[in-house]
């Protein structure tokens, strides 16, 4: 089993920087892919970016330009630099990861369960 545990999120004012980690735990072997979701109330969970093991990354339009993501491999942990953040970036964020248990195993999709972050106009 895979544990992904998130941190970071909190209330801060707009224009303010927030960093969010999450840390994957388990036996993995690989890490494809890690990335971030957000889900606001009453609205559908959205990709805000995610990152490959080789470094390539992808951002939501939204996001471009504020967000940075990054990965530790070796440590198996992705971090979200949030800066100039907008009352519209409030949502709850889940960390994700496709996970590999074998060299030629397929991937499975795990998440976390989420950290609050709150951008108050």
């Known amino acids: 089993q895979v544990q992904l545990v998130e941190s970071g999120g909190d209330l801060v004012q707009a224009g303010g920087s927030l960093r969010l980690s999450c840390a994957a735990s388990g036996s993995i072997f690989s890490i494809p892919a890690m990335g971030w979701y957000r889900q606001a109330p009453e609205k559908e969970r959205e990709l805000v970016a995610v990152?490959?093991?080789?470094?390539?990354?992808e951002y939501a339009d939204a996001v471009k330009g504020r967000f940075t993501i990054s990965r530790d491999n070796a440590k198996n942990t992705v971090s979200l630099q949030m800066n100039t953040l907008k009352s519209e970036d409030t949502a709850v964020y889940f960390c994700y990861a496709d996970v590999r248990f074998s060299y030629s195993g397929l991937t499975s999709h795990y998440w976390g369960q989420g950290t609050q972050v709150t951008v108050s106009s």
């Open positions: 990152i490959s093991s080789g470094g390539t990354t």
